[in-house]
């Protein structure tokens, strides 16, 4: 019989690292990654053939520029994806892409601000003039005076 060391709290340091699942969700921005980065090559590619054709006159501006948006929108969706998977991983914030579309409108709702009251009539989008200040040339209110040092200086 082996004889063993410490008392009776004595064990592992570390909990045991948990095997590594399948995740669909990153396996399906993976490939979706792939799919958009294929698809940007080839419409680069196209949109290189479209434009050499076009010098030599025969045409396909139309394809060119066609291909040229199709690229870029590949491109876009590509990075767009990227963010979700960083999410994803665990090494983006979630707030980085955004809410969770899944998530009903109250709760998007409640982290905008409320909305700007607008007037309902002409009588009250007027101003009246400020009253004269005392001591002031122009009549304006004056600033409050900044002390010195920065923000923590003063507290």
Request: net charge positive.
């Amino acid at each position: 019989m082996a004889k063993q060391r410490g008392g009776k709290r004595a064990g592992a340091r570390r909990a045991a690292r948990p095997k590594p699942r399948f995740n669909p969700v990153i396996a399906g921005l993976a490939l979706a990654i792939t799919l958009c980065v294929v698809a940007w090559g080839y419409l680069v590619k196209a949109a290189i053939d479209f434009g050499t054709s076009a010098r030599d006159g025969d045409g396909g501006w139309l394809f060119l520029g066609l291909a040229c948006l199709g690229a870029a929108a590949c491109l876009f969706v590509g990075l767009i994806l990227v963010a979700k998977l960083l999410a994803a991983i665990g090494l983006l914030p979630e707030a980085a892409t955004g809410p969770d579309p899944r998530a009903s409108a109250r709760e998007a709702d409640q982290h905008l601000p409320p909305a700007p009251r607008q007037p309902s009539s002409a009588s009250e989008t007027l101003t009246l003039p400020l009253p004269k200040q005392p001591g002031t040339p122009s009549g304006r209110p004056t600033a409050a005076p900044r002390y010195q040092g920065g923000k923590r200086a003063a507290r």
